[in-house]
Every structure is written in structure tokens, then in C-alpha cells.
């Protein structure tokens, strides 16, 4: 595709709720990243995937967030029993390679709002 | 993670130059210098990357002294559309791949 396309770019949950968040990055790129941006601040690292492997989840702030990439491409995020905490943007971002200078070119983002 | 600090907001109207210093005084060897820009409800696009010196694209400028512990983004007559934030970083090219983001400097361009 054109660019990384993410799904859905609103979403709503009750409390408690589990939810999926898309990622669809550019066609090729080997690296892919998840973000968490809360309103006002920069974008917060969660995950790294290169091709399906998990390298580092190191920002991931529970257990209750997991990350998978299964085939290498297309990557799901998914969050349980959501809290009003986990309220944020959550941005995905790929590169084209695992070396050389880093630049990763970002979705716009799914909004999700706890209630 | 070498850590960046950058001014939270500058203001400039239309047509003038603006330049955003970003200081990184304890980058590492290895350390690219990457400029990011965000719009409201959008993620971060990629601006401009350097090592060292200067280097320029279609969109900005990036002067990078010999010490390489500050950067300085220049854009050109800047217009309302450059109304953005704008987050300075610094990384190696071959180590941990997760970019870190400061709170960025809010550039406002009023007519």
C-alpha cells in the first residue's frame, strides 16, 4: 500500500473490554512498531517485531497488552480487560530494514477511548 | 538513549524562517540526528536525518555543529500548514530500534 494503514481509527470500550487494534504496514518493510501516545506527550515505545519475530516488548505496560505479526506482515495489538489508563493513540509505525538508519514512517493512529 | 532537549513551543509568522535547536550532549558515536513532525490526529512523519555538517531536502534544513551535542532544524518561510509539533532524536542505526520521543517543540505559524 501506499503507506502503514491502520484500523479502526476510533475506537470505544467499556471498562473491562477487550479490544483489537490493526496494523497494515508498508508492503516490504521487515520492521514494524507499536507506539503508545497519550494526549499532549510524545509517542511512547511498546513493541518490536522484525518479520514475525518479537524482539523486544519491552515498553509493553502489562500483561494484559500482546502483540503479534504471525505471517510478517500484517500485525494485531490487542489489549484485555481495558482500563481508563490504556485511553490513547496507538500508533504503528514499519521500516523498510532492521539496520541502517532507522526510519520508520507511522500510521495515523487508532484512538481508543476507555469508558 | 542519549536524551534531547528541545524548546517547548516557538511562534513565527508566515513567510519567516524558523530554526528549532535541539541539544544531545551526550549522543554516542553512532548516533544519527532524526527530525520527526507531527499534525494533530496524525503520526509522525519523517523530515530530515544527519550525521554531521549539513544536510538539506525538499522540506528543511539540518546543521549539525562539529561537536554533534546540539542540531538546529531550519524551515524556510514557513506557512500556516507547517503549524505542527516538532520532535528532535537521536539513535544509533544498528542498535535498539525503538525511537524516543521527548514532548517535541509546538510550532505555531500565525498569518
Known amino acids: 500500500g501506499a503507506g502503514v494503514s491502520q484500523s479502526p481509527r476510533y475506537k470505544v470500550a467499556k471498562r473491562g473490554q477487550d479490544v483489537a487494534l490493526r496494523c497494515d504496514p508498508i508492503?516490504?518493510?521487515?520492521?514494524l512498531f507499536w507506539y503508545q501516545q497519550a494526549l499532549g506527550q510524545g509517542p511512547e515505545f511498546l513493541t518490536y517485531f522484525q518479520n514475525e519475530a518479537q524482539l523486544d516488548k519491552s515498553g509493553l505496560p502489562s500483561d494484559r497488552f500482546f502483540a503479534e505479526r504471525p505471517e510478517g506482515s500484517v500485525s494485531t495489538l490487542k489489549i484485555q480487560r481495558t482500563q481508563q489508563e490504556d485511553s490513547a493513540v496507538y500508533l504503528c509505525?514499519?521500516?523498510?530494514?532492521?539496520?541502517?538508519?532507522?526510519?520508520?514512517?507511522f500510521g495515523a493512529g487508532t484512538r481508543l477511548s476507555v469508558l | 538513549l542519549a536524551k534531547t532537549t528541545q524548546p517547548i513551543s516557538m511562534d513565527s509568522y508566515e513567510g519567516q524562517e524558523v530554526n528549532i535547536t535541539c541539544s544531545h550532549n551526550n549522543i554516542a558515536t553512532n548516533d544519527y540526528i532524526t527530525w520527526y513532525q507531527q499534525f494533530p490526529s496524525q503520526g509522525p512523519r519523517f523530515i530530515i536525518q544527519?550525521?554531521?555538517t549539513k544536510v538539506t531536502n525538499e522540506v528543511a534544513s539540518l546543521f549539525i555543529p562539529a561537536d554533534r551535542k546540539s542540531s538546529t532544524l531550519s524551515l524556510p518561510r514557513v506557512s500556516l500548514s507547517d503549524t505542527a509539533v516538532y520532535y528532535c532524536?537521536?539513535?544509533?542505526?544498528?542498535?535498539?530500534?525503538?525511537?524516543?520521543f521527548g514532548s517535541g517543540t509546538r510550532l505555531q505559524v500565525q498569518p
Open positions: 509505525a514499519s521500516s523498510l530494514e532492521p539496520s541502517g538508519k532507522n526510519i520508520q514512517y
Open positions: 508492503s516490504g518493510h521487515v520492521s
Open positions: 544527519g550525521y554531521k
Open positions: 532524536l537521536v539513535g544509533d542505526g544498528a542498535g535498539r530500534r525503538a525511537l524516543t
